[in-house]
C-alpha cells in the first residue's frame, strides 16, 4: 500500500512539474496569522477556499495528538482550540434573509453565540481575500450545509445574500453528493447521517 501511494504520489509531482516549468511561478505561504484580520498585500486572479462548516470540522481535536507529539501542553491546546471559528467571540451581526430565519428558531443562547461567531469570522476571513480580487474575477467557495440543533445552515446561501448586497454577482453553486461516510453507526445527535453534500459556489465582482 505504501509502494502504491508513493509511486501514486510521484507521478503527481512529475505531472506537476511537467504542467509548470515553464512558468515563472510563486508560492507565498502565510503561518500563525489570523485569517479573520489579516492584510493581504497583493491582487488575486481568483479566491478558491473552504472555510470550515461551522461546527461540523474542528480542526484543533483533528490534529490534537500531533500537537501532543511536538511537545504542546494540553492547557496550549486548549488555547488553540477557543481561537477556532465558531468559538471565539463575533465583533459583529451578520444580517441576511436565511441567517435571520435560522436564527430566529434557536432558542438556545450558546447556539445562537456560534452562529453568530461563525458567520462573523469566516465572512470576515473571506471578505480580506475578496476585496483584493481583480474585476470579474471569480470566488470559489466549498462549503456544506451542517445542521444546528437539528435546522439546516445553508451556508452557500447565506454567503451569496450577503456578498450580492455588496456588489458580488451569482454565478453558480455546484452539488457534490457525499456517498462515502466515515461516521459512528451509534451517533445520536440531530444529524446522525451527517452532510449528504457539499457545494461549490461560484461569485464574481
Not at 503527481?12 to 485569517?35: A, C, K, P, W
Not at 484543533?60 to 465558531?86: C, N
Not at 453558480?172 to 451517533?187: A, N, P, S
Request: some cysteine; proline content about 3%.
Amino acid at each position: 500500500m505504501v509502494y502504491t501511494h508513493c509511486l501514486k504520489t510521484l507521478q503527481n509531482l512529475n505531472d506537476f512539474i511537467l504542467h509548470t516549468e515553464h512558468r515563472q511561478n510563486r508560492v507565498e505561504f502565510y503561518g500563525g496569522v489570523d485569517s479573520s484580520n489579516v492584510t493581504i498585500q497583493r491582487e488575486c486572479n481568483a479566491l478558491i477556499t473552504s472555510p470550515p462548516y461551522l461546527q461540523a470540522q474542528e480542526y484543533i481535536r483533528s490534529t490534537k495528538m500531533d500537537l501532543f507529539w511536538l511537545g504542546h501542553t494540553e492547557e496550549e491546546i486548549k488555547e488553540l482550540s477557543r481561537l477556532e471559528i465558531p468559538y471565539r467571540k463575533p465583533t459583529r451581526i451578520i444580517h441576511t434573509d436565511t441567517l435571520d430565519e435560522i436564527r430566529n428558531k434557536l432558542t438556545r443562547r450558546d447556539l445562537i453565540n456560534r452562529l453568530d461567531s461563525y458567520f462573523c469570522h469566516a465572512i470576515n476571513a473571506l471578505e480580506n481575500s475578496m476585496n483584493r480580487l481583480i474585476p470579474n474575477a471569480a470566488a470559489c467557495i466549498f462549503v456544506g450545509n451542517p445542521r444546528i440543533d437539528g435546522i439546516t445552515v445553508e451556508i452557500w446561501r447565506i454567503l451569496t445574500e450577503y456578498f450580492s448586497e455588496r456588489g458580488y454577482t451569482f454565478v453558480k453553486v455546484y452539488e457534490d453528493k457525499i456517498k462515502t461516510r466515515q461516521l459512528f453507526g451509534t451517533r445520536k445527535n440531530k444529524n446522525p447521517e451527517g452532510m449528504k453534500s457539499e457545494y461549490l459556489l461560484i461569485l464574481k465582482n
